[in-house]
């Protein structure tokens, strides 16, 4: 368990707040204000934490048994995995990326690439082959026969890792219109050691491990107010086309609204994890029971049976949709007002948008009807070729990307000790990954180009403060 003795002290403060509460039902709504002001950036999930747990809280409207049952989901989600057969947490495997959620998600946080002499951690592979043209519009990516659509590069024993792969970067110069000149690193991949050859044609996408609180809230927005900000031809004419992407649903067995992920290529969040287990890991649910090293010679021995129980997704998916967000800081600085203004000039709030209303999420009474300040749309939009990773996900093409949610990332250094962004952490702070944005942000960057330094760090002010 993480951090003991600061989640007793968790335990006891919340502990007071649920004294008011049955063991059924959240906070009485009466006892609680309407929080619609910014700084409550996840309604009556808002914590006042800036610390490095600022992410690992529960959400302090949950109730007595919802609150037993996050911290029942806390202990599986940093539940390691071991090679079968063992007592405790077998499955592991037989090619995976990782052993436990929490490694990837270090304290419910961003992940980054590897640095000099590191392993891959809380970075991984996506791959797929070039889609034939019978193979219609909105279909998931092509499986790469022997590897399928994600590169393991660690093995159980007497099992052969898929592949590893070298990043180096190629650094690019940009120069503002005050002169000031920005070094942007331009990241470039190759697979090596693979078990069996690749083919040439392969699509190679990279994806750091995004941040999980406040998953819940988003999951809770209604579909239609997601999809009323699409605007797929631009007919407003402002250059920006947001469109949703449609995935497949298999617990349902539908194609329906996707919300999470980098390409928005997950629907919920209890697919979202059963997809990680599966594919991170190699840990079998109902959801995905086939082992993700089927077709491979190391698929041997397996169980039929799933690894992770129904009870176990379920609890690990109710910790997730119940992690608090940390409150806004600094709200009435001058300076991050200032930035706040600029934001709006430089057209962000157009994809990052501020602030949604919540409607209700079956199970999860504590994200239902909450005012919520993401700054998100959960949309597809296209950011350039600079940032593209040329491999389609359903509807998403290969420069697409789901917009991501801002709040939190201020305390980003704080929480996980770097500040590297964007899909693949290419960008080492704010101002970075401001100067990646290209295609429908392309606008909005020229206009940060033209600031001032004065005003880009009011801008940079303003994102530290969310």
């Not at 660690?154 to 792969?165: F, L, W, Y």
Request: aromatic share 8%; with cysteine.
């Amino acid at each position: 368990m993480k951090h003991f003795q600061s989640l007793l002290s968790l335990i006891l403060s919340v502990s007071m707040l649920l004294t008011a509460c049955d063991s059924e039902s959240p906070v009485a709504v009466e006892s609680i204000p309407v929080f619609s002001t910014s700084e409550f950036s996840g309604g009556e999930t808002t914590v006042f934490d800036a610390s490095s747990h600022a992410f690992s809280i529960p959400a302090p409207n949950l109730s007595t048994a919802a609150f037993e049952k996050h911290l029942e989901g806390d202990v599986e989600f940093e539940a390691v995995f071991v090679t079968a057969p063992a007592v405790v947490n077998p499955g592991l495997g037989p090619i995976y990326n990782n052993v436990s959620c929490i490694n990837c998600h270090s304290r419910d946080g961003r992940g980054r690439p590897p640095g000099a002499n590191e392993g891959l951690v809380s970075l991984l592979f996506r791959l797929s082959l070039p889609k034939s043209e019978d193979s219609g519009v909105g279909t998931p990516p092509t499986p790469v026969p022997g590897f399928g659509r994600q590169l393991n590069n660690r093995a159980i024993v007497n099992a052969d890792p898929e592949g590893k792969v070298k990043i180096d970067y190629t650094e690019q110069t940009l120069t503002t219109a005050d002169g000031t000149r920005v070094h942007l690193r331009y990241p470039n991949y190759t697979v090596t050691e693979t078990y069996q050859p690749l083919p040439e044609n392969v699509e190679v996408s990279p994806r750091v491990a995004p941040a999980v609180f406040g998953l819940g809230l988003l999951e809770a927005i209604p579909e239609e107010i997601i999809i009323a900000y699409a605007d797929e031809v631009d007919i407003d004419g402002d250059d920006i086309s947001g469109k949703p992407n449609y995935v497949w649903d298999v617990v349902n067995q539908r194609y329906t609204l996707g919300r999470f992920g980098w390409k928005a290529n997950q629907p919920t969040l209890i697919q979202q994890v059963a997809a990680a287990y599966h594919d991170d890991m190699g840990i079998t649910t109902s959801l995905f029971s086939i082992e993700n090293s089927a077709g491979q010679p190391q698929l041997t021995g397996h169980s039929e049976a799933p690894e992770v129980s129904d009870e176990i997704l379920d609890v690990v998916t109710f910790y997730v949709q119940t992690l608090a967000v940390p409150a806004r800081r600094n709200v009435d600085d001058p300076q991050v007002k200032h930035g706040e203004q600029l934001f709006a000039k430089a057209q962000c709030a157009s994809c990052h948008i501020p602030t949604f209303r919540t409607g209700v999420l079956n199970g999860v009474p504590s994200v239902s009807n909450q005012t919520i300040h993401p700054y998100t749309d959960l949309l597809l939009h296209d950011m350039g070729p600079e940032l593209a990773d040329n491999r389609p996900d359903f509807h998403a093409s290969g420069s697409e990307w789901r917009t991501p949610p801002l709040w939190g990332i201020g305390l980003v250094r704080r929480v996980n000790g770097h500040t590297n962004f964007l899909h693949d952490g290419r960008a080492r702070d704010l101002m970075e990954a401001i100067l990646w944005h290209g295609g429908e942000a392309e606008r909005s960057r020229q206009i940060v180009e033209q600031m001032s330094k004065t005003e880009r760090d009011a801008l940079i002010a303003f994102l530290e403060s969310l």
